[in-house]
């Protein structure tokens, strides 16, 4: 699965520059700029997470990537809908904490269909979590304790029969 973006600029002098970027599903995410092509880094090893700066003159650009979608930032302002640039940070340890209960509690107390959910939901965690949405996480992390409880209780309701 590969996903990919482009963008036109134009700087101070009147000159066009294209930035396009593609994440590719094995490989890791390519960033162009005019006719350069440059591999990029993801400075997270579970999502990809990308803040790569390309400066022209006139105009400080950067392109950000969280998962695979990607976005453009002129002068400190996102071109897809006028929000603020704000540096992307590292993740949270208290997400690494829910990340770690979600797969191996899930694992314990849901067996392994309840670890994939636990992994699954773990990328919304830190998804929300980049983009600072603490609501989003928390109700996440209670619809996964939801989940588990029932399949905790039919498991312990099938053992009891037995």
């Known amino acids: 699965m590969a996903s990919s973006n482009s963008w036109t600029i134009s700087d101070s002098n009147g000159m066009n520059h294209s930035i396009s970027c593609k994440v590719k599903a094995f490989g890791g995410p390519e960033i162009s700029v005019d006719t350069n092509t440059y591999r990029v880094k993801s400075s997270n090893w579970f999502v990809n997470l990308v ?3 390309v400066d022209f003159p006139g105009a400080n650009c950067h ?3 969280i998962g695979n979608k990607s976005r ?11 929000s603020q640039y704000e540096p992307v940070t590292s993740i949270p ?7 770690a209960i979600s797969v191996i509690g899930g694992w314990f107390f849901g067996g392994l269909l309840c670890a994939v959910i ?8 830190i ?8 609501t989003k996480v928390i109700i996440a992390f209670v619809g996964f304790l ?3 409880g029932i399949f905790f209780a039919l498991n312990m309701a099938l053992v009891g029969m037995v």
Not at 72 to 82: I, S, W
Not at 127 to 134: G, I, P, V
Request: proline share 0%; aromatic share 12%; no cysteine.
């Open 127 to 134: 998804s929300a979590a980049l983009q600072k949405n603490t």
């Open 63 to 65: 392109v950000v990537m």
């Open 51 to 53: 803040d790569y700066s």
């Open 118 to 125: 636990g992994a699954a939901l773990s990328s919304v965690y």
């Open 72 to 82: 453009l930032v002129v002068n400190g302002t996102y071109q897809d809908d006028g």
């Open 146 to 148: 939801v989940v588990v």
């Open 93 to 99: 340890v208290w997400i690494w904490v829910l990340v």
